[in-house]
C-alpha cells in the first residue's frame, strides 16, 4: 500500500492472498514461524518488529555473499516508480535450497514481506517472498546441510605417516557444546563502549569473525588438509585461512598480527593441540560486545570420535589485558556431503552500515 508516494505497512487482515498460502500466512504475521523474529543480531540494522508488503519487479539479483540482494522497481500512486533492494542470505545458503544466480531474473513480478532498513531508504531485510506464479519462499538462514554418514565406514584412522585423519569437509552443528562467558575487565569494557555493531562487525568489510567463532557460524563447510608438517583449516565462513605448523615448537618473536594468528601443533597421541598466538585486537563475540586484545591466545584440541564419527573440538581462550578468567569451550562436526566452497566475499550492505557523517563502512569521523 503507498500513501503520498511513502509505504506504509499494509494491515494484516487487508493482505490478500492465494487460499494454499493464507494458513502459512498467519503463522507468518503472527510471528510464529517467521525467521526473522529470531534474528537478534539482525535488529541493529533493520526494523525487524515491522513488516511491509513491498511489490515490484526485479532489475537485478545480486548472487553474493555475505548477502544476496534483489533489486526491483515499484510503483508509486503518482505514476512513477522507485528502485528498491532487499537483503538475503548469502548464496551459499541459498544453494542448499536449490537457488542459482537465475533464480530471480529481470522483469520477474515479486511480492516480499519485508523489515525497513534503519538507516538507508529503499532498502529492506526479505523475511519471505511470494512470486509470480504464487509460491512461496520462506527465508531460512541456515539451510539444510547434508551430513556424509556412509562416508565415515570408508574412512581410514590414519593417514600413511602415521597421524590421526581428520582431513575432509567438516560442518559444525548449531549450539553442540557448552561455551562460558568471557568476564572482561575495565580494560575490555572500555573498548567494548566504542564497539557499535552495526557499524564494526567485521563481516562488513569481509574479515572474519575470529579462529573460534568461525568455525561453527552459520553451518559453513569447512576443509581440513593434512600433511607431514603442516595442516591447514579453510573456513567456509568469510575464508579465513589458517596453517598449523607442525615443525615448529615456538611462536615467532616479532610476530606480525592478523584474525588467524600463529599456530603451532602437535599430537598428543589420538589428539591434535594447537597453539595460537599472535591474534590482531578484535571482538569474541561481535554481538555481546566481548572483546579481546592482541595478547588473545587460543589452545585448542581437535580429536576424532570414531564412535559417533564427528570431529570434536575444545579450546580454552585467555587474555592478561582484557579477560579475568580464562574461558573454556566445546563443538561438534560432522563429515560433510556438500565440499568446502570459497566464500567470495562481497559486501553490499552500504548506506546502511556506514555510521553517521562517515562515507565508507568503518570510518570512524573526526569528532
Known sequence: MLAGDKLIPIPRWQIRLPKYFTL??????????????????????????????????????????????????????????????????????????????????????????????RREERHCYLNALVLDDGSVVEREDAGPVLVAEGVARDRPLQLDNGHPNISGHWVARPRSGRREPVTQTAAALEAASAFEYEFDHPALQCESVGIIHGWPFGRFVNQIIQSDNKITILYGYLDLNRTIHLDVTEHPENMTHSVAGHSIGHWEDEVLVVDTAGISAGAVSSLRKAMHSDQYHVVERFSYDELNHTLIREYTASDSLYFEAPFSGRDVADISAIPYQPYDCEELSGANNIRPGATTIGERPAE
Not at 47 to 64: A, E, L, R, S
Not at 81 to 110: F, V
Request: net charge negative.
Open 24 to 117: 502459512y500466512a498467519f503463522a507468518m504475521f503472527s510471528g510464529q514461524t517467521l525467521v526473522a523474529y529470531a534474528h537478534h543480531s539482525d535488529t541493529p540494522h533493520f526494523y525487524m518488529d515491522q513488516n511491509v508488503i513491498y511489490q515490484g519487479v526485479v532489475t537485478d539479483f545480486k548472487f553474493v555473499n555475505p548477502h544476496t540482494y534483489v533489486y526491483f522497481d515499484m510503483a508509486t500512486e503518482s505514476g512513477g516508480s522507485e528502485a528498491w533492494r532487499c537483503e538475503l542470505p548469502a548464496a551459499i545458503t541459498l544453494r542448499r535450497h536449490g537457488w542459482t544466480s537465475e533464480s530471480l531474473t529481470h522483469g520477474q513480478i515479486i511480492r516480499i514481506d519485508g523489515s525497513p532498513a
